[in-house]
T-cell receptor, first 111, second 115 residues
C-alpha cells in the first residue's frame, strides 16, 4: 500500500489560495489520487480526483507531477466554511482494499 | 435517495459484549468499506468488500468481522468488544470493480464507546 504523508495543520485567511501537499512515494501504476473533505461529526466527502498532470473542478484543482510521488490540492479563495480536515487517499480502483488514507490536514481559515 | 445509512448513530457498550453495526446503501455500488476513526486521527480501513459475496481484510481487521450477503448491506460485527475499539465507525461505498477510478461515499458514522 502506498503510504501518504500530509502536513498536520495549516492556517489561512479568507480570500487566500491554499495549497495542501500529500506525499506518496511508493504510489503504484493502478493508483489514483483522491482528496476528501471532512467536517466535524460527518463522514468525508469527495473533492477531486486525478491520475496525473492537472485536474480542475468547480471547487478545487489538483496538481500531480510526472513522477506522481506527490500531489497538491489547491483551494482558490478560501472562506470560513472551508475550515475542515482534508485527506489524501491513494487507491487502486481495481481493488477496494488497496486504499490508504493519510492522517489528514486540518485547515483553519481565519477572518 | 438516502445514499448510505448507518445504525445505530451512537452506542455505549460494556466490554465483552457482542455488537453489530449496520450499513445499508441504495446506490447499487459494488464495493463497500468499513473504517474506524479514533479521536483526532485519520481513517483506517477495517474490512472491505469488492462485490457481494466477497470480503477482505484492511489495515486493522483484528476483533472485527464482516459479511456481504447482498449488494446493499455490509454489517460489521464486534464479537467481544474491548475498550480499544472505542471509535467512530464509518461505512462507505463506491462503484468500483476495475472499470475506472471510483469515489467513495460515506455514511454519517456510528460513535461507539466501549466501557
Amino acid at each position: 500500500l502506498a503510504k501518504t504523508t500530509q502536513p498536520i495543520s495549516m492556517d489561512s485567511y479568507e480570500g487566500q489560495e491554499v495549497n495542501i501537499t500529500c506525499s506518496h512515494n511508493n504510489i503504484a501504476t493502478n493508483d489514483y489520487i483522491t482528496w476528501y473533505q471532512q467536517f466535524p461529526s460527518q463522514g468525508p466527502r469527495f473533492i477531486i480526483q486525478g491520475y496525473k498532470t492537472k485536474v480542475t473542478n468547480e471547487v478545487a484543482s489538483l496538481f500531480i507531477p510526472a513522477d506522481r510521488k506527490s500531489s497538491t490540492l489547491s483551494l482558490p479563495r478560501v472562506s470560513l466554511s472551508d475550515t475542515a480536515v482534508y485527506y489524501c487517499l491513494v487507491g487502486d480502483y481495481t481493488n477496494a482494499g488497496k486504499s490508504t488514507f493519510g492522517d489528514g490536514t486540518t485547515l483553519t481559515v481565519k477572518p | 435517495i438516502a445514499g448510505i445509512t448507518q445504525a445505530p448513530t451512537s452506542q455505549i457498550l460494556a466490554a465483552g459484549r457482542r455488537m453489530t453495526l449496520r450499513c445499508t446503501q441504495d446506490m447499487r455500488h459494488n464495493a463497500m468499506y468499513w473504517y474506524r476513526q479514533d479521536l483526532g486521527l485519520g481513517l483506517r480501513l477495517i474490512h472491505y468488500s469488492n462485490t457481494a459475496g466477497t470480503t477482505g481484510k484492511g489495515e486493522v481487521p483484528d476483533g472485527y468481522s464482516v459479511s456481504r450477503a447482498n449488494t446493499d448491506d455490509f454489517p460489521l460485527t464486534l464479537a467481544s468488544a474491548v475498550p480499544s475499539q472505542t471509535s467512530v465507525y464509518f461505512c462507505a461505498s463506491s462503484d468500483s470493480g476495475g472499470r475506472g477510478p471510483d469515489t467513495q461515499y460515506f455514511g454519517p458514522g456510528t460513535r461507539l464507546t466501549v466501557l
